[in-house]
């Protein structure tokens, strides 16, 4: 996949297939319009290309992550940074010479309410009125609902917000995680017989709900289950950090400066402030007794 950061650094001769719009989480409404557009390319040898503003905010995949999951997928990615000069473009100036001239854009996938444009003037409708001046097809997705909603990434943020992973991984169709260095801790853990792998989440990335979730952790290639909090950990920290700690089941290696990534599969319980660390050790027994059988329950090694 080549991969650009910028619209003026694009290089491109050929005729494309295009989708639009910020891509925060790659979810399954994503999903559909990403799929769309490799039909159109293999159908009609176009290349394939994801046109994503990059806001520059808290963000459900960093940029790396959004890469990541679709290096395999298309032929042509666009981070575009949200600057001034995009977004005080007139939407007409957009399609004429972004879509059309730099993209040689003759196929565009977007959901039924995408709108771009300096004051989000450009919309669908838009987008029809000049699919006959500049040569290209517009294809119009209704969006994919859950539940009788529409999915969005506020509708995952927000399910992340609740601590409800579950239902976060049900949107994305695929489970919320994050991925870091494994830190040097202070060592407690694994006095009180539960060593963790402490990961600082990348900036800006936005964690679930402080609390304490069943986890898979992959290191080395490898999938482990595990037992992870998402905090503060109040009980002891000297000053607060946000930190995904987590306790890997049947780990006996040493992970500390690998690479991990956390999914997050099941919520657990709010992280708490307990009054000794005594209190503490003996609710992580509960949590992991908690963990272990979440995973048993589905059948999965613990
Ligand atoms: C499953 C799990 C649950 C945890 N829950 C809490 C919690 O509710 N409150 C808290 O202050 N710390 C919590 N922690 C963090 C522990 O306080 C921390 O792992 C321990 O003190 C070791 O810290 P260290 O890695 O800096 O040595 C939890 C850790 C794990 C693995
Ligand atoms: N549920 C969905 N089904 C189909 N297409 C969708 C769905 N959600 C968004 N789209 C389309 O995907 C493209 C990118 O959407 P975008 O990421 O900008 O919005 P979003 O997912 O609704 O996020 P937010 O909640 O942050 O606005 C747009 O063309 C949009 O219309």
């Known amino acids: ?26 979810h399954r409404g994503h999903q559909k319009l990403i799929s769309t557009v490799k039909e159109a390319a293999a ?31 298309v032929d042509c990615m666009i981070q575009c940074p949200f600057t001034r000069e995009i977004r005080e473009m007139e939407a007409e100036t957009f399609i004429k010479e972004v879509l059309s001239e730099q993209l040689h854009a003759s196929y565009i996938v977007v959901g039924r309410d995408f709108h771009f444009g300096h004051g989000k003037r450009g919309d669908v409708h838009m987008l029809a009125e000049y699919a006959e001046v500049y040569h290209y097809h517009l294809e119009i997705l ?12 506020t509708y995952v943020r ?21 991925t870091g260095i494994v830190e040097h801790g202070r060592r407690l853990g694994r006095t009180l017989g539960f060593p963790t792998m402490n990961v600082a989440p990348a900036e800006r990335k936005i ?66 402030r307990f009054k000794s660390v005594e209190e503490l050790k003996a609710q992580v027994d509960r949590d992991i007794a908690f963990g272990r059988q979440y995973f048993q329950m589905l059948k999965m090694d613990v």
């Open 43 to 73: 159908a009609e040898h176009l290349e394939s290309v994801v046109f994503s503003f990059d806001m520059k905010r808290e963000s459900l995949l960093t940029n790396e992550e959004r890469r990541a999951h679709l290096t395999d997928q």
């Open 207 to 272: 964690m679930p709900k402080f609390g304490v979730y069943a986890c898979r952790v992959q290191i080395d290639g490898q999938w482990y289950c595990g037992i992870g909090n998402v905090g503060i950990k109040p009980t002891v920290a000297e000053e607060p950090r946000l930190l995904v700690e987590v306790f890997v089941f049947d780990y006996e290696g040493n992970a500390y400066d690998k690479e991990i990534t956390v999914e997050f599969c099941a919520f657990e319980r709010p992280e708490t």
């Open 158 to 178: 927000e399910a992340l917000a609740s601590g409800d992973v579950s239902l976060a991984g049900e949107l994305l169709g695929y489970p919320y995680h994050m």
């Open 142 to 153: 209704d969006k994919e609902q859950y539940a009788d909603r529409e999915i969005s990434s």
């Open 1 to 26: 996949m080549r991969y650009y950061t910028d619209i003026h650094s694009y290089q491109g001769n050929k005729r494309t297939a295009v989708t639009l719009g910020k891509f925060d989480s790659l």
